[in-house]
């Protein structure tokens, strides 16, 4: 779903994101390569990581611990990570997954630059985001594709990938085909 109307470059829009959105973005690198990240700093804001807690605005993020030592890929590498439940400030839930042992424990403080985005991956330790000021950075709100609502097709390339139709019984994730975004 689009955010406000701009014809030059095919998107529509309808609204401004809000804190929490996942978000469909072209990296401001670029400007070409999509990215899709959760909102998570808006104009103005501040954002720091501080002994691995997160705080907005100078106030900690709610995180409540709902599962341990699930494994997941990052690229080739196979990670333990915990999952939590966060709460943003707008009462926005969602669930991330951290690194169980090594996890980004401190950064600066980055203030979100007028008409731009602060955005994060839900995979905390395995996501180019925000936080890397020099390849994803903050993110202009012309970079902006649209708000994400579904997802259409899941495929696992660590079992197989789209072009490999011969291994499609191993590789797609029928049970996330058409899920609704939280």
């Known amino acids: 779903m689009p955010f406000s109307p701009n014809f030059s470059n095919d998107r529509y829009f309808s609204k401004s994101p809000v804190r929490g959105d996942i978000v469909v973005f072209k990296t401001p690198a670029d400007n070409r390569t999509d990215y899709i990240k959760r909102l998570i700093g808006l104009p103005g804001d501040s954002f720091q990581i501080i002994e691995g807690d997160f705080y907005l605005n100078n106030e900690k993020i709610q995180r409540i611990k709902i599962n341990s030592i699930e494994k997941i890929y990052c690229g080739n590498e196979i990670l333990n990570v915990n999952t939590y439940e966060e709460t943003l400030p707008n009462n926005k839930k969602y669930l991330a997954v951290y690194r169980k042992e090594g996890t980004m424990l401190n950064t600066d403080k980055f203030i979100v630059p007028n008409n731009h985005y602060f955005f994060m991956g839900d995979n905390r330790d395995c996501s180019k985001d925000s936080r890397f ?38 590789s797609l994730r029928i049970e996330r085909f058409f899920k609704k975004i939280q």
Request: glycine share 14%; hydrophobic share 40%.
């Open 133 to 170: 000021l020099g390849s994803v950075g903050y993110v202009h709100f012309n970079n902006l594709v649209g708000k994400a609502s579904l997802i259409f097709f899941s495929n696992d390339k660590q079992k197989g990938g789209f072009i490999k139709f011969w291994k499609w019984n191993k």
